[in-house]
């Protein structure tokens, strides 16, 4: 394992102790998993405008009932989704009305809250989505690391990691990540299985795999009551950037994908996006930055190498698993497109490609557990990365339209 794999670990272990601690607080209240419930919706929106402002607040819906049931696959109830049969836009629609009358802006996220720390549970949709019956897909489900996490890892440690006044509600960057504006140019309901420093393969022993999180998205499945067609919903992989920079294989991480994949499709899934992993040397991560102490990482040699052997072997493995079934396998070039922002930042409304917009003072991943400063001259609108290896909320947004560009006409998505 790398440095920067020593040190998350070590992140973690400090967060763990927190959600330990407040273990004893969630089991002091009863069970309420499978069984009928209404739960509080919470509505989550931005405190002020400007990709360096990170505050965010909520509103809870307080006229609105969210009725279902909690579902849980552990004993660890912040792993846990609220299903329900009130469509995703009357859940939407809500919100904005809870937000109005408060006098607030944006919806950032609905999420349904329960207990003492529960204030970010994801909501599924226990059926088809009646906006978008007929049409090819319905929904977006994600797998993949913190490139794609829209609040996972956040939940898990107890709203502590990463931290909120400096990544943006437990999100890897100052504002929505690419999924978050695919979901918005679409129209499509989303929900994330993609965790913060995950791997193909288990990580740390605490961090679910992709072969995990599709292990855990079937297990859920199974729990609808009413009928869901896998088949129309649009799930997308991303990961490989850990594997990378932590020193595994490339064959390991094609074997753990191949299985993965292999799974989701035997399951029913038929449209998969399929994401390259960007040069990760390019990364403020392995350059020597002003105030900061090292001189960033010397294995890049290393780490290109694993990834342009991924970026080699993985559209052959999306080949292979659309020709094995009658799925489609859409494999992005990511690599690509972050090439050619960084060849021509220019062009695409950037002037800093080389540093981070956070005056972070350490390599360590330590960083994410405290509030880093931005630095002066940052333009976040104008940055490429916002930490030492995370783009910017800017960057995933081109990243979304890449992707729609790429997806296939008869999916009706563009």
């Not at 959600?19 to 069984?35: C, I, K, M």
């Not at 469509?87 to 999420?111: F, H, I, M, W």
């Not at 102490?293 to 990834?307: I, K, N, P, Q």
């Not at 922002?341 to 695409?348: K, S």
Request: glycine share 8%; proline share 4%; aromatic share 10%.
């Amino acid at each position: 394992m790398s440095r920067n794999g020593h040190t998350l670990a070590a992140a973690f272990v400090c967060a763990a102790t927190l959600f330990t601690a407040g273990n004893s607080l969630a089991q002091t209240y009863e069970n309420p998993f499978d069984r009928p419930i209404t739960a509080q919706l919470r509505c989550w929106y931005k405190q002020s405008a400007g990709q360096a402002n990170l505050a965010t607040g909520y509103v809870d819906a307080s006229d609105f009932a969210l009725r279902g049931r909690w579902q849980g696959i552990s004993t660890i109830h912040e792993g846990a989704l609220f299903f329900t049969l009130q469509e995703p836009e009357e859940v939407n629609q809500a919100c904005r009305r809870a937000l109005d009358a408060a006098g607030k802006d944006t919806l950032v996220q609905a999420s349904a809250a329960g207990g003492p720390w529960g204030k970010n549970f994801q909501i599924w949709y226990d059926g088809d989505v009646a906006a978008y019956r007929g049409r090819p897909v319905e929904r977006i489900v994600s797998f993949g690391d913190s490139l794609s996490d829209t609040g996972n890892i956040y939940n898990e440690f107890r709203q502590t990691f990463p931290i909120h006044t400096s990544w943006f509600l437990g999100r890897f960057s100052n504002g929505p990540v690419w999924t978050e504006y695919l979901s918005r140019r679409t129209g499509l309901p989303l929900n994330t299985w993609a965790t913060g420093g995950a791997q193909s393969d288990n990580a740390y022993g605490i961090i679910n795999g992709v072969k995990s999180q599709v292990d855990s998205f079937i297990a859920y499945t199974r729990r609808n009551v009413n009928r869901y067609d896998i088949g129309r919903t649009l799930f997308t992989v991303w990961i490989g950037g850990n594997d990378a920079m932590n020193g595994r294989q490339a064959r390991d991480v094609v074997a753990d994908l191949d299985t993965a994949l292999n799974d989701l499709v035997d399951h029913g899934a038929r449209k998969i996006v399929l994401l390259g992993v960007p040069d990760l040397t390019r990364a403020p991560a392995f350059r020597s930055i002003d105030g900061m102490d090292g001189t960033g990482r010397h294995d890049s040699d290393e780490v290109y190498a694993t990834v342009a052997q991924l970026n080699e072997v993985l559209p052959q493995l999306a080949q292979r698993v659309s020709e094995r079934t009658d799925a489609q396998v859409v494999w992005i070039d990511a690599a690509k497109h972050f090439d050619n922002v960084l060849a021509d930042p220019g062009a695409y409304g950037f002037a800093d490609v080389t540093r981070p917009c956070l005056d972070l003072r350490s390599q360590g991943s330590q960083v994410y557990l405290s509030t880093q400063s931005v630095r002066k001259d940052c333009i976040p609108e104008r940055n490429v990365f916002w930490d030492m290896v995370h783009p910017t909320t800017r960057m995933h947004e081109l990243m979304s339209r890449w992707v729609l560009a790429d997806l296939p006409s008869a999916w009706d998505l563009r």
